[in-house]
């Protein structure tokens, strides 16, 4: 058991890391740009704090069941991302006219605000959905607990980062991009 647990971490070491690089490439196709999909992908992090956490806190191992966790988890934060990104991108292709630091703003305000209901509702369907695996101890328990443990810890860091750092960040990077091309023309 202990070898094939080795093996089996071995592979997820090589498949996380090329999941990661696929989705990225999604991401690229997706929005065409460099910067957004990078953007997007600032959630894996937001999530595996939450999911190392609950894991910390409970006392459970990183194991094969909590690694599959994680993969679920980062499929979960980065749709969250693309959801918000994607819908504030939207948003600034409909301003008509020369994009400003208060048009991007104003976008930024307005699509975290309606979008706060998908995402909610995205991690409340995960987040609730596991959380009698989470707390169980039953016969059983051992394989799916640390998976539901590191979906719903997750959930709550990534939903509250997606919904209040993700605009932040994502407005900062856009007003640098935006002072950058000003100092070029």
């Excluded at 609950?54 to 194991?63: F, R, V």
């Excluded at 989470?134 to 509250?160: C, D, F, N, Y």
């Amino acid at each position: 058991q202990f070898d094939q647990m080795k093996e089996a971490q071995q592979k997820l070491a090589v498949i996380i890391p090329a999941t990661l690089g696929i989705i990225f490439l999604l991401l690229f196709f997706a929005f065409n740009n460099l910067r957004d999909a990078g953007l997007v992908l600032i959630n894996v992090p937001f999530a595996a704090i939450g999911g190392i956490m609950a894991l910390y806190i409970t006392g459970e191992e990183l194991s094969i069941s909590a690694a599959i966790g994680f993969l679920s988890l980062f499929g979960i934060a980065i749709q969250d991302g693309m959801i918000l990104i994607s819908y504030i991108c939207k948003l600034l292709d409909t301003k008509e006219g020369k994009q400003s630091e208060e048009s991007i703003k104003a976008s930024v305000i307005e699509g975290a605000t309606l979008r706060m209901r998908p995402v909610l509702m995205t991690a409340l369907l995960a987040g609730l959905g596991l959380l009698p695996a989470a707390m169980s101890h039953a016969i059983g328990s051992q394989a799916q607990r640390p998976l539901a443990l590191v979906i719903v810890g997750g959930m709550l860091t990534t939903t509250i980062l997606t919904l209040l750092v993700l605009p932040v960040i994502y407005l900062t990077v856009r007003k640098l991009g935006l002072r950058r091309r000003s100092r070029v023309l």
